[in-house]
């Protein structure tokens, strides 16, 4: 069964600071897909990344970048310069058939 | 464009009472799935839709609850005789079925609370 493990329950930073959130995930599949959303206090979950098990480039997008590394069957995801904006929880998710399973989240506070 | 949308966003009711919530996905996805997140824990799958077909409904979805998806589009989830376990946030999500496939996108979720 597909399974993620997110180990940090939580983050604290102070402004501007890079933080790497952690994704170990587990699969049998020879191809699938990988996800990280953010979860702002406002409750709504919002699409970050799809990765493709085929590319394992890193991507960067403006201050946020992953690392995909098959042999350690992580995704991990860093931030850049962090800002307050960035407080919320986030979630790596491996699809099951047609659904997503997500870990539990990590919660980042970053403060001024 | 669009996004998905959900009524109510708050929902408090007492034991015992029926409770219908309803989703509106994004106007091209013909993939719509209801999941539920309680405090502290990611978003666990309830059912999903296939246009109005539902093609998978997961064992947390006890006899109590019911989702419909008549025509296609909107979809609404019943819960019947409200426990105080089904106190969570209920969160909704559409996709397509082809290319981008499995990017789910999400509404702003139900928070559903039994006292």
């Known amino acids: 069964a597909q399974k993620v493990t997110q180990a940090q329950t939580e983050i604290s930073v102070v402004e501007k600071e890079d933080v790497t959130l952690d994704c170990v995930y587990e699969?049998?599949?020879?191809?699938?897909?990988l996800f990280w959303y953010k979860q702002p206090p406002s409750g709504e979950l919002v699409f970050l990344i799809r990765r493709n098990s085929f590319d394992e480039q890193n991507e960067i997008s403006g201050r946020y970048s992953w690392n995909f590394q098959k042999s350690t069957s992580s995704f991990n995801f860093t931030i850049t310069a962090s800002q307050v904006v960035d407080s919320a929880v986030y979630f790596c998710a491996l699809p099951s058939f047609q659904k997503l399973v997500f870990g539990t989240g990590t919660r980042l506070l970053v403060s001024p | 464009d669009t996004g998905v949308s959900q009524d109510p966003r708050h929902k408090i009711t007492k034991r015992g009472q029926n409770v219908t919530f309803r989703c509106d996905p994004i106007s091209e996805h013909n993939r719509l799935y209801w999941y539920r997140q309680t405090l502290g824990q990611g978003p666990e799958f309830l059912t999903y839709?296939?246009?109005?077909?539902?093609?998978?409904k997961s064992r947390l979805l006890s006899d109590r609850f019911s989702a419909e998806r008549p025509k296609g589009s909107f979809s609404t989830l019943e819960i019947q005789r409200t426990e105080q376990g089904d106190s969570a946030m209920y969160l909704c999500a559409s996709s397509l079925t082809s290319g981008r496939a499995y990017e789910q996108y999400f509404g702003p979720g139900t928070r559903l609370t039994v006292t």
């Open positions: 699969t049998r599949d020879t191809t699938y897909y």
């Open positions: 839709f296939q246009n109005e077909a539902q093609l998978e």
